[in-house]
């Protein structure tokens, strides 16, 4: 799902994908909030909707592909994810990794004392689930419910409207700068979050 992307850096990419036997598709970014009437309004002046995209993949990706694995552009991939990709979803909207927030955060946007706040940049999709239960409505709705600020944008949206239903990932599949710059006391004296790994 591209943005701007020059042809030049197109053909870069179709050429990386050759070499490994694979195929790329490039989807046209749509403007989230007003092709989803939304409804977003900046809570920071840098921030843009596009991050939206990840979790309205049901809606952007063709209709016969009923599963997805999103990742960030900064994300270094080391080894085969393909036990990613076979990761038993039970029942989940999508599988994501801790990024742990404290209670205020959760008091905030009324998340569940039992959710998980996860991180939105590596996430594996049950995209036909997201279609048959109209995540996109869910999501509007919450949006509407902040008056169209969203702290942490898409991230905190994705938490709240899949509060309950996210699978959580092991930290080795999205390993974050912090969790080698800190200690693991450091980490819960930091952020104080509500649930984090052991």
Not at 8 to 15: A, G, S, V
Not at 139 to 163: K, L, P
Request: hydrophobic share 40%; net charge negative; glycine share 4%.
């Amino acid at each position: 799902i591209e943005h701007g992307i020059s042809e030049k850096n197109k053909d870069h990419l179709r050429e990386i994908a050759t070499r490994y036997s694979r195929e790329i598709c490039f989807i046209p970014m749509p403007d989230c909030n007003e092709t989803f009437q939304l409804g977003l309004k900046n809570v920071k002046k840098k921030w843009i909707f596009d991050s939206y995209c990840r979790i309205l993949l049901d809606q952007i990706l063709p209709k016969d592909i009923e599963k997805a694995l999103y990742l960030d552009a900064d994300v270094l991939v080391v080894d085969d994810l393909q036990a990613l990709w076979d990761l038993d979803m039970r029942g989940c909207y999508v599988v994501a990794a801790h990024d742990g927030l404290s209670q205020n955060y959760y008091d905030l946007w009324g998340l569940s004392e039992n959710a998980s706040y996860c991180n939105s940049g590596v996430l594996l999709f049950d995209l036909k689930r997201c279609r048959e239960e109209n995540v996109t409505e869910r999501i509007r709705r919450f949006v509407s419910s902040q008056h169209g600020y969203v702290f942490f944008m898409e991230q905190t949206t994705m938490n709240v409207v899949f509060d309950g239903a996210i699978c959580i990932l092991p930290p080795r599949y999205n390993l974050q700068t912090v969790n080698l710059c800190l200690s693991y006391q450091e980490m819960l004296a930091l952020r104080k979050p509500v649930y984090y790994y052991n």
